[in-house]
């Protein structure tokens, strides 16, 4: 499951890391910075080459999925049916 955090670009165009995300991150790490739309996307630099295609395609899809959503084209759950919406997917 992904995790969400808030932070804010400051003046200078620098952004804080919220401490829970920096779990597994040093000082003097190197970050790639992808943009892929609306999308930005942070990821050592040490496993940038492993995961490449599968962040680029994780990120393709939940552009597609809230483009969907901003159409109207969503489906409206409730949770006695949940599970079992989610296994014909």
């Given at each position: 499951m992904a995790?969400?955090?808030m932070t804010k670009i400051s003046s200078?165009?620098?952004i804080v890391i919220p401490l829970?995300?920096?779990l597994g991150l040093k000082e003097?790490?190197?970050l790639v910075?992808?943009?892929n739309g609306e999308?930005?996307?942070l990821k050592k630099a040490d496993k940038f080459g492993?995961?490449?295609k599968e962040d680029l395609d994780f990120a393709r899809r939940t552009e597609e999925a809230y483009k969907r959503i901003g159409a109207?084209?969503?489906l409206s759950v409730d949770s006695e049916n949940l599970e079992e919406e989610m296994m014909k997917w």
């Open positions: 995790e969400i955090g200078k165009g620098q829970e995300m920096r003097g790490d190197k910075v992808i943009r999308q930005i996307i492993e995961q490449l109207g084209e969503y």
